[in-house]
Nanobody
Framework: QVQLVESGGGLVQAGGSLRLSCVAS????????IGWYRQAPGKQRDLVAT???????NYADSVKGRSTISRDNVKNTVYLEMNSLNPEDTAVYYC???????????????WGQGTQVTVSS
């Protein structure tokens, strides 16, 4: 099994910043992709940012330019720094990872439990 544990959410004032962390643990060989999605009340879960093991970055247009995703491959951890937060960033932020595991080196996707981020105006 694989566990993704997020931390760093909370209440932030508009214009402020936050840093989310997610640690992956379990029996896997590698993490080809890891990153963040978010889901606001009544809306679908959307991409925020992901980073591949090769370093490729993918950001949603809504956060591009004010967010930075990074990963520590030794610690199996991914970080998300977001600046210039606004109330539209309020959502539950989910860690997402695709891992290679098992005797057949198959690829599986996992989600964390989510961490609430609330931006007050």
């Amino acid at each position: 099994q694989v566990q993704l544990v997020e931390s760093g959410g909370g209440l932030v004032q508009a214009g402020g910043s936050l840093r989310l962390s997610c640690v992956a643990s379990g029996s896997f060989f590698s993490i080809p992709v890891i990153g963040w999605y978010r889901q606001a009340p009544g809306k679908q879960r959307d991409l925020v940012a992901t980073q591949s093991s090769g370093g490729s970055l993918n950001y949603a247009d809504s956060v591009k330019g004010r967010s930075t995703i990074s990963r520590d491959n030794v610690k199996n951890t991914v970080y998300l720094e977001m600046n210039s937060l606004n109330p539209e960033d309020t959502a539950v932020y989910y860690c997402y990872a695709e891992v290679i595991m098992g005797v057949n080196n198959l690829r599986f996707a996992y989600w964390g439990q989510g961490t609430q981020v609330t931006v007050s105006s």
